[in-house]
């Protein structure tokens, strides 16, 4: 719409102008003016547009208390000769100008500064007019200018609520209307919208949709949010690429996207993410079945590494297994230069392959790592025994081989060591001694370990659980086992063990589990005979000799395996045992019956 101008009079110039009359007369027309102004930003639904022209008064009203004011208006005043004020004004803003002019008529006082005034404050008004259509941002740049904030800082957040509305309108559904308050309506508050929290310059710094079962895709929108902190889209239903664009998020801390259905893989791009601390990915099933990028590397200040499907930071903590992703090929060696790291997990992506780098060696600050089900080949690192704030060391479902390096006999952090389901050969350990006085889980079966029964071990008193089955280890188990009195699951079945247990079983009084199935075990079940809190004995395959008394007081029992033996007289031992409810002990010399 354009607008014509039209003559609304001609003013002469007088020389003693009555200044604060004027200046009144020109407040009232401001007023009516603003009023106007308002009405109309409400009638379109952009009320802060007023602000703009509430800049421009303030302007105009700096300029005249200019003390160098009179002079530039004498000067205008002499090369223009009179002045022209020509407007269209809003209906009331009109009327006052009539008033004023019929004021004039009649010798009201009119000056070089007060047709100034009425210039300026007549090219205000037209200018609102005119740009009644431009962008909406202009005015608000003009707003925060007139309240003290930067113009680049009010733009930006504008377009950050911008980006928050284009991130919902990419999701289908949420719980709990976490999102209903997110409007273009409100879109000036957003930093009042809920899971969004801002700083006091007004940028988002984090965003928490965690455990909202969205569903939906994940577009770009979110990167355009640069001051952003933390982002977390956990527990969701998440069907999406990561998005390369939010690796122009140089200032995030933090990525937690765990428990979604996400595909591909991580970007290269997320290698620019220079202040990022915690990246989880965590499970994500399947189709997440990319390549890790050697562009990882280039984070300086990262903390954590997820890339499994589980988030098990605490070493004594019990998991399930979670759905597995399936990324594959090698680990990039550039993750050694995270030196930050202290949490580092590549669990149950199956398809990983290659070497285990010796350069991870030099990830000093590791308490967990994880290599846990891939498939990983070659030996383990020796250099994995510099890590001595290690905690968490987990080798296990692998294709490793050769020996155990005695390197890790070192660490004297150690909670948990699981090398399981490899292809380890020769001895387990080859010291008298290990600094593993912490060592709570150890996991070494299914392997190819020969040789006596590691006798270190003996000296580990804080193990509770031990589990050696499924390997080639000969000869007797030592006499002095009873030391590990905190063990509650021994499995030492299908070696090549024989002789008695030794009696020193009897301290091992936290014992819940105890496996000596095929093996070449003789003597009695004597050494039982203290294990109250017993559930479960299984000591099938063996050359067992004796009775069942020794297990009469083991009320707790639930399951009992002892066929294949030669265990002599009744079963009446068993009859109190009211918990039993799996009992094998078929091809023995017993009698009797337990009904």
Known sequence: MHFHRRSTGRASVVSSPDLPALRERFRMLVILVLCCLQLSACAVGEEDTTFGEINRIETLDETLQDPDFDALAEWAGKEHGSIKIESVLPPAAASVGTHMGQQQAHGGPTSQRELQRLRLQDQAVDT??????????????????????????????????????????????????????????????????????????????????????MNGTLGPSLGKLEYLEDLDLSLNILVSELPVEWGRLQRLQTLNVHDNFLFGGVPAEYGNMSSLRVLNVGSQGEFFNGSIPEELGLLSELEVLALGALFNFDAKQEY???????????????????????????????????????????????????FEQNNFTGSIPSELGNLTKIKFLHLGKNALEREFPVELASLSELEFLNVANNFLTGSFLTVESTSWSRLEKLFINRNNFRGGFPRAVTAMTALTEFELLHNEFTGGLPEN??????????????NQLDGELPDSLNNCTQLFLLRASNNNLTGTLEPLRNLSLLHYLYALNNRLTGTLEPLRNLSQLRELEVWNNTLTGTLDPLRNLSLLVLLTVVDNRLTGTLE
């Open 481 to 494: 086992l009873g030391q590990l009195a905190n063990l509650q699951v021994f499995d030492f079945g299908y």
């Open 320 to 370: 399930d297994y979670y759905p597995s992703n399936k990324m594959r090929g090698p680990i990039p060696k550039s993750i050694a230069n995270c030196t930050k790291l202290w949490y580092l997990d590549f669990f149950g992506n199956n398809y990983l392959t290659g070497p285990i780098p010796r350069e991870y060696g030099q990830l000093l600050n590791l308490e967990y790592l994880s």
């Open 128 to 213: 609102s007019l005119t740009n009644g259509h431009e962008p909406l941002h202009r005015f608000q740049e003009e707003s925060a200018h007139s309240r003290g904030i930067s113009r680049t800082l009010l733009q930006d957040s504008f377009g950050e609520a911008d980006a928050l509305l284009q991130f919902k309108a990419e999701i289908e559904n949420y719980a709990d209307n976490a999102l209903d308050g997110w409007t273009t309506g409100n879109r000036s508050t957003y930093c009042s919208w809920t899971r969004v929290i801002c700083d006091d310059e007004l940028h988002v710094i984090s965003l928490n949709f965690s455990g909202l079962n």
